[in-house]
């Protein structure tokens, strides 16, 4: 089975802060994901990878960056913290080369609360 | 523009009878793929089940059906015979051809589903 894992289920931060989210997969997957969560607003995409050094932009990025320097892991920053990134956050990792039918498996999640 | 629509934020539904929960996508590419999943309160996100644009039937999955109906751009999700430990969040997403090759999936908003006994 596909494991995903997320650092921390739960997380509190204060306003400023640098915040690091850590996700690890260890199904050989080329590509990660990281998601935020609000309700109402279903899953949001924040930056993507589909190789090792490579990242993309989703549809929020802004407040965020990432970095994948292993194929395995692939981390969400947020540079300094603010209320309205309290969220859930997901990540998630896919196996390339198989069409579209490829589902992601997601992380547990990271309930982010920013103070 | 929103690419994936979920009009129905919760639903109720008996034990043991069927339920449809909604969705319809907007997408130009010709080449699509469709996916639902489940998300209990304890909020891992479980894959259920997958439609491929140039798939010839609905796809079936165990208790899971999927009502697809192309030229309406629907994707509607059949749980038949509901039980209590269907009572989740469920999403619609989708992934264009573009993004294939395992690429990145476009989510709806998600309706809650809670079933009676």
Redesign the interface.
């Known amino acids: 089975d596909v494991k995903v894992t997320q650092s921390s289920r739960y997380l509190v931060k204060r306003t400023g802060e640098k915040v690091f989210l850590e996700c690890v997969q260890d199904m050989d ?3 990660m ?1 990281w ?1 935020r969560q609000d309700p ?6 924040i930056y ?1 990878s ?1 190789d090792v050094k490579m990242k993309e932009k ?1 549809d929020i990025p802004e407040g965020y960056s990432v970095s994948r320097e292993k194929k395995e892991r692939f981390s969400l920053i947020l540079e300094s913290a603010s209320t309205n990134q309290t969220s ?1 956050y ?1 990540c ?1 990792s ?13 992380g ?2 990271t309930r982010l609360t920013v103070t | 523009a929103q690419k ?1 629509t ?1 009009t129905q ?1 919760g639903m109720f539904v008996q034990e043991k009878e069927a339920v449809t929960l909604d969705c319809t996508y907007d997408t130009s590419d010709p ?3 469709l ?1 639902w ?1 489940k998300q209990p309160s ?4 479980i ?1 259920l089940i ?1 439609q ?1 644009s140039y798939d010839q039937q609905n796809a079936t999955e165990g208790r899971y059906s999927l009502n697809f109906q192309k030229a309406r751009k629907s994707a509607n999700l059949v749980i038949s015979a509901s039980q209590l430990g269907d009572s989740a969040m469920y ?1 619609c ?1 989708m ?1 264009e ?1 573009r ?12 309706t809650e589903l809670s079933v009676k006994p």
Do not use: C, V, W
């Open positions: 997957h080329e590509n994901f998601y109402g607003l279903g899953l949001r995409l993507f589909y989703g859930m997901l998630a896919s196996r390339s080369g198989t069409g579209d039918r490829s589902p992601l498996h997601f547990n999640g | 994936i979920q934020p080449s699509y793929g996916f999943y304890s909020g891992e996100m894959f997958y491929g999403f997403a992934r051809g993004d294939n090759q395992g690429g990145k999936l476009i989510f709806g908003q998600g």
